[in-house]
């Protein structure tokens, strides 16, 4: 019963950062951000938001990291508005790597083909 709570919360705290960074962030390194999944603890005191970026550049996705860490204080407070809980979990971002496995994979299997 409780995996149901944390998936939920899991799932409206997605929506919401995608909402904060949309409307409230104005930074332009986070232009681009993407929350692809967020991974609750158990207790609800921390979450790993994942999150994709439209370029590939190292120089972008650095850009994009340190403008997510810079704005954790505002989505956390946005967070606090929106949402009833009574403590708003520890905010962690970290660049999803499945879209770029999926690529690899699909191009591993291209290449068996030829």
């Known amino acids: 019963m409780a995996n149901h709570r944390v998936d939920r919360v899991g799932m409206e705290i997605k929506r ?3 909402e904060i960074l949309r409307l409230k962030v104005r930074d332009p390194r986070v232009q681009d951000v993407t929350i692809t999944d967020v991974q609750m603890l158990g207790d609800l005191s921390a979450a790993k938001v994942y999150y994709t970026i439209h370029s590939e550049l190292a120089s972008d996705n650095q850009k994009a990291q340190i403008g997510l860490e810079k704005a954790t ?3 956390k407070r946005e967070l606090g508005k929106n949402l ?4 708003i979990p520890d905010l962690s971002f970290e660049k999803d790597q499945s879209i770029e496995y999926g690529n690899k994979i699909d191009e591993l299997l291209r290449q068996l083909d030829r």
């Open 84 to 87: 009833h809980m009574y403590k």
């Open 73 to 75: 204080g505002t989505i």
């Open 16 to 18: 919401e950062v995608n």
